[in-house]
């Protein structure tokens, strides 16, 4: 029997890095999924400097909103 320590065991894998990034879908920047709000409309990611800005839709639903 052989141990996955020694030459001749089980292929080792390689570290992924664990990574909680998301995209904005208001401005397309990459930021920490902890650091955003949801969508007001959709739900999607709205990142934590876009909804300082007072940004509370992503820009699909921005564009189905009328202008007034």
């Given amino acids: 029997m052989t141990d996955a320590n020694q030459p001749?065991?089980?292929a080792q894998e390689p570290?992924?890095?664990a990574t909680d990034?998301?995209?904005c879908r208001?401005?397309?920047?990459?930021?920490?999924?902890?650091e955003?709000?949801?969508?007001s409309?959709?739900?999607?990611f709205i990142?934590?400097?876009?909804?300082?800005?007072?940004i509370t839709l992503c820009a699909s639903c921005r564009g189905e909103t009328?202008?007034?």
């Fill in 66 to 68: 009328p202008v007034a």
């Fill in 15 to 17: 570290e992924v890095p």
């Fill in 41 to 44: 409309r959709c739900g999607t």
């Fill in 26 to 34: 208001s401005c397309g920047n990459e930021e920490r999924a902890s």
């Fill in 36 to 39: 955003g709000y949801p969508c």
């Fill in 47 to 54: 990142c934590l400097i876009c909804t300082f800005r007072g």
């Fill in 8 to 10: 001749g065991g089980p």
């Fill in 21 to 23: 990034a998301m995209r």
